[in-house]
Antibody
Framework: EVQILETGGGLVKPGGSLRLSCATS????????MNWVRQAPGKGLEWVAQ??????????YYAESLEGRVTISRDDSKSSVYLQVSSLRAEDTAIYYC??????WGQGVMVTVSS | DIQMTQSPSSMSASLGDRVTITCQAS??????LIWFQQKPGKSPRPMIY???NLANGVPSRFSGSRSGSDYSLTISSLESEDMADYHC?????????FGSGTKLEIK
């Protein structure tokens, strides 16, 4: 059974930072490009970042709205992917989903940016 | 960036109706498009891959098609469990971009 579990969310003050983690199991993590997607309350989906696998030299790609403030990384030995977000703003408030090439999705983790 | 213009933003239909949702791509994306279904409080579920291919376990009343730059998701005969939000995603080019979503309600 595929399992994807995001952790690390919570309430953060504007200007703060956080690191989201995504632990996976049940599929061959090393084969997959991994993505983060977010959804602000009541809004649509927004792609945030992607990290390719070893065969593609772990290349990373980011949404322009977040570029410079986010870093995606992965640890194949732990079947995990991470998202570091800095200089958080109110508009970063959202559920952040971890997804393996959009096939398997976690339940999401809420990030609230507020003073 | 490739813009995905999704329509309608919301719609209401009766059980048994044929329903079509469309995403128009601002540039050529080939067939590099996924349709997702998302129910309240749940994660997105992929329904259609590569514009026309049904994902595993998706009922056959769902289908995807393409006409030029217009990509459509069709439900041939609406069932109550189809009430959800639907999103399209292009993965032809970075940054990957979603449509704005369609809220489908049952009359």
């Amino acid at each position: 059974e595929v399992q994807i579990l995001e952790t690390g969310g919570g309430l953060v003050k504007p200007g703060g930072s956080l690191r989201l983690s995504c632990a996976t199991s049940g599929f061959n993590f090393n084969d997959y490009f991994m993505n983060w997607v977010r959804q602000a309350p009541g809004k649509g989906l927004e792609w945030v970042a992607q990290i390719r696998n070893k065969n593609y030299n772990y290349a990373t790609y980011y949404a322009e709205s977040l570029e410079g403030r986010v870093t995606i990384s992965r640890d194949d030995s732990k079947s995990s992917v991470y998202l570091q977000v800095s200089s958080l703003r109110a508009e970063d408030t959202a559920i952040y989903y971890c997804t393996s090439l959009f096939l398997y999705w976690g339940q999401g983790v809420m990030v609230t940016v507020s003073s | 960036d490739i813009q995905m213009t999704q329509s309608p933003s919301s719609m209401s239909a009766s059980l048994g109706d044929r329903v079509t949702i469309t995403c128009q791509a601002s540039q050529d994306i080939g067939n590099n498009l996924i349709w997702f279904q998302q129910k309240p409080g749940k994660s997105p579920r992929p329904m259609i891959y590569y514009a026309t291919n049904l994902a595993n376990g998706v009922p056959s009343r769902f289908s995807g098609s393409r006409s030029g730059s217009d990509y459509s998701l069709t439900i041939s005969s609406l069932e109550s469990e189809d009430m959800a939000d639907y999103h399209c995603l292009q993965y032809k080019q970075y940054p990957l971009t979603f449509g704005s979503g369609t809220k489908l309600e049952i009359k």
